[in-house]
């Protein structure tokens, strides 16, 4: 009661504070729960924000991962073939002969150029794939499945309406009417588009993939690993362990924490600069948008870095001094350890923000159509962000679902990196 | 420990010494550089995938860096830091030609591969308009005539498509177009705002007495909201002109004809804008479009002359050939054989040409 009467005082006619906490208590319970609310409705209104990103994304873009194939009986005429050249027969030829045979009745010229463009222009080069490795089969008469043009598959897939005027569409009736008769003798499918993953970029959406693309990301980012990582924790190591505080010091760290916030496109007109006009790197490679990437990413991982090595308690240190120790010693047996996990997190966080960069990379000219699948440092590439960026600017329909799914891929990546950031954090991070 | 900070070292100084073999491996480029114009880069790409999958030369790798970034990369130089082709959707501009002379690119070979058309266009929810270059000058420009007195500009008073030309309907004025630093915009404003503006004759006037002053009239678009900036990307101004059916679109000819189900093309001057009447000249705004070869590099390196070759073959650049297909339209069979002749001759361009 004492303890009461102290807070409440002791004189009656004077109001007790226990009521005015109690006539206050509603309004503040009240108060609570609206901030609690507020901060809910920020949470659920950012989830609703990325479930519809989500949803949009795979909305358009699931339908890239089939692809609609056209079943062709090809006669590799013996006359037509030479066996000694192969390269040099006409297979665009024999593909349009065997178009003309499913469809005998098309006559007029101009029909006969939309019959042939019901497959992919890539089909003949399919057929030649074919006979080089079938040498044996010159002669016979082959079934082969080759995909369809980009416009028979927006329209398998529903995204060239039927219903519409004819002039409305990019398929007139007669491209229907052999489409339809395609589906009802079973000489048309849709399959998985394994073409997606294993080919480079093409102006052809049916022929496009994005494994020249992941290739040449791949080959940055071992680049930007390479050089950042030993650089980043080299320089948060001198800076946390050996350097003195003082002036200079206290500027290096300030400058660092300013690179931090420097917009990218900035570090993409430094490597025009430096890289390529003064060093004379070649342009488009994966080598100069590694370095050029490892400039943006120093300061994430230093930062990371040093807070990791300011987390190892200082008893650590001082007991590794006390036994004897050298500075050295200390740093590389006890120190670096310790703080390695959280240096490593830091890192594929930097490495994850590198893997969504585009904008230094126009600089340097990674932004550039690139069939040939990238297979070094120094071959023309460009990366997957880059090869959304090109997708999406492309006129063909096909190319839109196409940019999607890359977009999907992308964030699968992205979301992989992530998860071993916090797998890594999780398994290795000790308290103190 | 002291073992993983020894292999990093190493491996940055690897890294260094193979940074040295990739300037070696530079100085003997084995696949064609092409930069430029960003409309020219679905015709280009094309026929380089062609090209690529057709020989035994690598295929050609080509950047899509606008017609003056590209001019100035092309221009820098000889040698194999230097692209070797450009891509323009305009003709070369006499400036850059002379700094290409001087910076030692003595010899450039020109060749025009087709016509793009320019289309101003609406969603298919709304009736077809029927513009005029002038009807677009006028809604278009930052200063128009007043009245009938020669010489007095006004700030652009209107606001709906009614104001301008009466039969016009009463819509609001609002055309999603390309930013300044596109050809798309250069060409637009040039073939459609100055033609119409010329509809003048005091304008026109104007061209031979103040050219300057000529120019700032005629090609400068409104900045009050009427003309809307839509970036360079040609998909996204067709999908805001679905979702709103008063608003206009300036893109080129391709993602009209891509996109049939989803917008119409305006009629201009009376015509619309269909293959058959921007190949034959009756639609008035349309452009040339060109690319540049480096003579210097045809020798050096390798694929050059038969890359020219197939892009200058009938099969691509015909009537029929595959680039009609991605929305090129084609030139007449004449000037064809004088740019295939060109091509074959190596018949470099001089100053006297522009």
Redesign the interface.
């Known amino acids: 009661m004492s303890n009461s009467d102290a807070i409440n005082g002791s004189g009656n006619g004077r109001v007790r504070t226990m009521d005015i906490v109690n006539k206050g208590l509603a309004k503040r319970y009240k108060r609570e729960r609206r901030f609690r609310m507020m901060g809910l409705s920020a949470i659920i209104l950012s989830l609703a924000f990325l479930s519809l990103l989500f949803i949009s994304i795979i909305a358009n873009g699931y339908t890239a991962f089939e692809q609609t194939m056209i079943q062709l009986d090809v006669h590799l005429d013996a006359q037509e073939i030479d066996k000694e050249n192969l390269a040099a027969a006409n297979y665009l030829g024999l593909i349009r002969t065997s178009l003309k045979k499913t469809f005998p009745d098309v006559k007029k010229r101009r029909d006969k150029r939309k019959m042939y463009n019901l497959v992919s222009p890539g089909a003949s080069f399919m057929l030649q794939d074919f006979v080089m490795r079938n040498r044996h089969e010159i002669g016979n008469t082959i079934t082969i499945w080759v995909p369809a043009d980009d416009d028979v598959d927006m329209l398998m897939k529903g995204n060239i309406k039927r219903d519409v005027p004819e002039s409305e569409r990019r398929m007139n009736d007669m491209q229907l009417s052999w489409v339809d008769k395609l589906i009802a003798s079973g000489q048309i499918k849709k399959v998985f588009n394994t073409t997606f993953f294993t080919a480079g970029d093409s102006r052809e959406p049916e022929l496009a993939g994005i494994w020249g693309a992941a290739c040449g990301s791949f080959y940055t980012l071992i680049v930007t690993l390479l050089l950042s990582f030993p650089i980043g924790v080299a320089a948060a190591v001198y800076l946390e362990e050996f350097a003195p505080t003082n002036r200079w010091t206290d500027l290096i760290e300030v400058n660092i924490n300013n690179l931090a916030a420097v917009p990218s496109i900035v570090f993409g007109l430094l490597g025009l600069a430096v890289f390529l006009n003064f060093f004379e790197l070649p342009r488009s490679a994966p080598l100069v948008g590694g370095l050029v990437l490892t400039l943006m990413t120093l300061p994430t991982i230093i930062i990371a870095s040093r807070a990791a090595l300011k987390s190892v308690p200082p008893s650590i240190r001082e007991a590794a001094l006390g036994v004897g120790a050298s500075k050295t010693q200390m740093v590389t047996h006890h120190v670096l350890p310790l703080a390695l996990p959280g240096m490593l997190t830091g890192t594929i966080i930097g490495m994850a923000q590198a893997l969504g960069e585009t904008a230094p990379l126009l600089m340097i000219g990674m932004v550039a159509f690139i069939v040939d699948i990238p297979g070094g440092f120094t071959d023309p590439s460009t990366v997957l962000p880059v090869q959304i960026f090109l997708w999406a600017d492309s006129p063909e329909r096909a190319f839109l679902e196409r940019t999607s799914a890359a977009i999907m891929i992308l964030l699968a990546f992205l979301v992989t990196m992530n998860a071993v950031a916090v797998l890594l954090r999780k398994k290795f991070e000790r308290r103190w | 420990?002291?073992k993983l900070?020894v292999a990093?070292?190493a491996?940055?100084f690897g890294?260094g010494l193979?940074?040295v073999?990739?300037?070696f491996?530079?100085s003997s480029?084995d696949?064609i550089?092409i930069?430029g114009s960003?409309t020219v880069?679905?015709f280009?790409?094309?026929v380089?995938?062609?090209f690529?999958?057709?020989t035994a030369f690598?295929?050609p790798?080509?950047?899509?860096t606008g017609s003056g970034g590209g001019h100035k990369l092309f221009g820098a130089g000889v040698g194999v830091?230097h692209p070797d082709i450009t891509n323009s959707s305009r003709r070369i501009k006499k400036s850059e030609l002379e700094k290409a002379m001087k910076n030692g690119v003595k010899e450039i070979v020109e060749v025009k591969i087709g016509y793009d058309g320019i289309v101003v266009a609406n969603s298919?929810k709304a009736t077809a308009m029927k513009l005029t270059r002038k009807d677009l000058f006028l809604a278009l420009a930052k200063d128009v005539p007043s009245g009938n007195v020669a010489g007095k500009t006004v700030p652009n008073p209107y606001k709906t498509w009614k104001d301008v030309n009466p039969a016009l309907p009463d819509i609001k004025i609002e055309v999603l177009g390309p930013p300044p630093t596109s050809g798309t915009r250069d060409a637009f404003v040039e073939l459609a705002m100055e033609g119409g503006a010329k509809k003048f004759a005091w304008i026109k006037a104007l061209k031979k007495q103040d050219k300057k002053a000529y120019k700032a009239l005629c090609h400068t678009i409104r900045e009050d909201g009427a003309y809307i900036e839509a970036g360079?990307?040609?998909?996204l101004i067709v999908q805001k002109l679905e979702a709103n059916p008063n608003a206009l679109g300036i893109f080129g000819f391709?993602?009209l004809?891509?996109?049939?189900?989803k917008v119409q093309g305006s009629f201009i001057d009376g015509v619309q804008p269909e293959f058959d009447a921007i190949a034959d000249g009756s639609y008035p705004v349309s452009r040339p479009l060109f690319f540049y070869v480096k003579k210097a590099h045809v020798n050096t390196i390798p694929g050059i002359k038969e890359f020219l070759a197939e892009f200058t073959s009938e099969q691509a650049w015909g009537d029929?050939g595959?680039l009609t297909?991605?929305?090129l339209i084609p030139m007449p069979a004449d000037e064809r054989a004088k740019y295939q002749a060109a091509v074959k001759n190596l018949t470099p361009l001089t100053l006297g040409d522009l």
């Open positions: 420990m002291k900070l990093a070292t491996l940055v890294l193979s940074n073999s990739g300037a491996a530079g480029r696949y550089s930069v960003s880069y679905p280009a790409t094309v380089a995938e062609q690529g999958k057709s690598k295929t790798k080509i950047e899509s830091q298919k360079e990307n040609d998909n391709s993602f004809d891509q996109n049939t189900d029929e595959y297909d991605k929305g």
